[in-house]
């Protein structure tokens, strides 16, 4: 899945991929040293913690990053929820993931 959201996300050149992690705990060392603007977090990560756990302490660590909860779960409640979520996803709506990470960093589409 990770290949598809890259995939997405090299379709606009103002969006750059700083780093991918496979473990919540590697996301939240990650987002505290590269300072992202965005998180794509997938609810099903390995490791202890899950997606939804882990936003709270990304956001801690990543204060000024929006996190975007993609997963193939239902969880809209879930993430409406957790005030560490800024959106949600699921993973069959791949299709939508651009718009909705451009209406995250508030980006203007891009001119076709």
Same mark, same amino acid.
């Given at each position: *899945?990770?290949?598809? &959201? ?5 379709? !606009? =050149?103002?969006? +750059? #991929? ?7 705990? +590697?996301? #939240?060392?990650? @987002?505290?040293?590269?300072? =992202?603007? %965005? $998180? &794509?977090?997938?609810?099903? %990560? ?14 801690? /660590?990543? =204060?000024?990053?929006? #996190? %975007?909860?993609?997963? @193939?779960?239902? *969880?809209? /409640? +879930? ?5 560490? $979520? !800024? /959106?949600?996803?699921?993973? !069959? ?6 718009? &909705? &990470?451009?209406?995250?960093? +508030? %980006?203007?589409? *891009?001119?076709?």
């Amino acid at each position: *899945m990770r290949l598809f &959201v890259r995939l997405a996300l090299s379709r !606009d =050149p103002r969006l +750059e #991929i700083l780093g991918e992690a496979t473990t919540a705990e +590697e996301a #939240i060392e990650l @987002a505290a040293t590269l300072d =992202p603007g %965005l $998180i &794509v977090l997938d609810h099903g %990560l390995d490791g202890v913690l899950t997606g939804l756990a882990a936003a709270p302490l990304l956001k801690a /660590a990543a =204060p000024r990053a929006k #996190i %975007l909860l993609f997963t @193939a779960y239902d *969880m809209a /409640a +879930e993430a409406r929820a957790e005030p560490a $979520i !800024d /959106a949600f996803l699921r993973k !069959d709506e791949l299709g939508r993931l651009l718009s &909705v &990470v451009r209406q995250l960093l +508030e %980006l203007d589409p *891009m001119p076709a």
